[in-house]
């Protein structure tokens, strides 16, 4: 088997590549290990930016979320029994977010891909990445137990972070950067309307709380918990009561219901340059994770392959290879902005198990000062609804 563009993974990333490349008439094939099920029911992000919203609807992807994504103004700090409301459009040029979940994304790309009949294979476990400075990059995979090829004028690993496209760059050739939390998030889903009206980002000296939502009726929250936390040591009442205590704020009252799923997650910083070697790329978590509390990475990935699948029909049409020569270097300024910008919000609003009061009085100063000066809160601002695409 032949194709022009061999993607692997059908997360955010390689759906939406996918997309724009079926749409401009380039032949592409996108191998999934996991099952349709599986990947429209993983819980992840939950924010998408502006420019995300824009390059979903450049494909005819955002009909349901233009229907049924929430459109958010702001986002509300608390900390110190204080609460200040960071108001997006009049800090950030008018820019606002849409809240509108990941596994919604997944599910409209994949239907409109199948629609199309387009190549899209579930079950399709790629192995490794050969050939990256050849002319033929070639994926080797497993699809129904049997071991399977193909090749391609380019590879791309939308293969998410423990992917293995990034094998396929030379040590001497790949960097990584990275930074460990000390820390994990605790996530609930819960059938209950959120308590708010936009999201709340909450520092208290207990840990970090977030309440974030998914629909009229159904509400996200996190809790900053220990690293090796079993969420089987969390039932529901243990839960609210945390998040009762982190959220607490005079007049404020949080509603619970039915917990229906909780899981615990990572938080970890890492960047791999360059993001392509010879004929293979890495885009979306495949090249770079943050930690969830700027609500950067799904956004991150859809930035990449917008900038990718522009490059890529560019060559396909015009023969140039100028902006798949720039391709890496383009994203990789995004992308540290963003990895900035993760770090900062996270070790701003969490407890650091080894810190001292110094650090919880550095945390209060910044919170404050985001809350008194309009300069401060435009960072976050515009760092939040995210940079316009290059
Ligand atoms: P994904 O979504 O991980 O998809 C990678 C796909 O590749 C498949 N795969 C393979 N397929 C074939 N062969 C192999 N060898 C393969 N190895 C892996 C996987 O099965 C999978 O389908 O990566 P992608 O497309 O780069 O998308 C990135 C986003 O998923 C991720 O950055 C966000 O979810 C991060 N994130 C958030 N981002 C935001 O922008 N806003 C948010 O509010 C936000 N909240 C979050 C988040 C991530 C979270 N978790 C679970 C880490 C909240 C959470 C809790
Ligand atoms: C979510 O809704 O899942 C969500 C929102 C904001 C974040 C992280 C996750 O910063």
């Not at 994504?69 to 040029?93: I, K, M, Q, T, Y």
């Not at 509108?100 to 399709?124: I, M, N, P, S």
């Not at 619970?256 to 970890?268: A, E, F, K, N």
């Not at 990935?301 to 699948?309: E, R």
Request: include cysteine.
């Amino acid at each position: 088997m032949h194709t022009t563009v061999g993607i692997i993974g059908a997360g955010p990333a390689g759906l939406l590549l996918a997309r724009t490349l079926h749409r401009a008439g380039v032949d592409c094939v996108v191998l999934e290990s996991r099952d349709r099920a599986h990947v429209e029911r993983r819980q992840r992000a939950g924010v998408l930016e502006q420019s995300t919203v824009d390059a979903l609807r450049a494909v005819g992807a955002a009909g349901r979320l233009d229907r049924e994504g929430l459109v958010h103004d702001g986002v509300e700090l608390r900390w110190e029994g204080r609460a200040h409301r960071v108001d997006f459009p009049s800090l950030a040029n008018g820019r606002r977010v849409r809240v509108y979940a990941q596994t919604e994304v997944v599910k409209d790309l994949v239907a409109l891909h199948l629609a199309d009949g387009a190549a899209l294979r579930f079950g399709a476990e790629a192995r490794s990445v050969d050939g990256a400075d050849t002319g033929r990059p070639t994926i080797r995979y497993t699809q129904g137990g049997r071991d399977r090829t193909l090749t391609c004028d380019y590879v791309v690993g939308c293969d998410g972070f423990h992917g293995v496209a990034r094998a396929a760059f030379p040590e001497g050739i790949r960097r990584t950067y990275a930074r460990a939390y000390p820390y994990a998030w605790l996530g609930i889903l819960a059938d209950v309307a959120p308590s708010c009206d936009e999201l709340v980002y909450a520092h208290s000296r207990r840990g970090f709380a977030l309440h974030s939502m998914r629909s009229p009726e159904v509400s996200r929250l996190y809790l900053q918990v220990p690293h090796g936390t079993d969420p089987a040591d969390w039932p529901d009442e243990r839960i609210w009561d945390e998040l009762d205590a982190r959220f607490a704020r005079d007049g404020w009252e949080l509603a619970r219901g039915p917990i229906t799923s909780r899981s615990v997650l990572p938080m970890r910083s890492s960047v791999t340059e360059p993001m392509r070697y010879g004929r293979v790329f890495l885009a979306g978590d495949a090249a770079h994770i943050v930690p969830p509390t700027g609500a950067k990475g799904l956004n991150l990935a859809v930035a990449d392959v917008v900038v990718l699948g522009r490059a890529l029909i560019r060559h396909r049409t015009t023969g140039a290879s100028d902006l798949l020569d720039a391709y890496s270097d383009t994203c990789l300024r995004r992308v540290w902005r963003a990895e900035h910008f993760s770090y900062a919000m996270t070790t701003m609003l969490h407890t650091d198990p080894a810190g001292s009061p110094f650090d919880t009085r550095l945390q209060i100063a910044q919170l404050d000062r985001i809350a008194d000066s309009p300069h401060a809160a435009a960072e976050l601002a515009v760092n939040y609804t995210g940079l316009p695409l290059p």
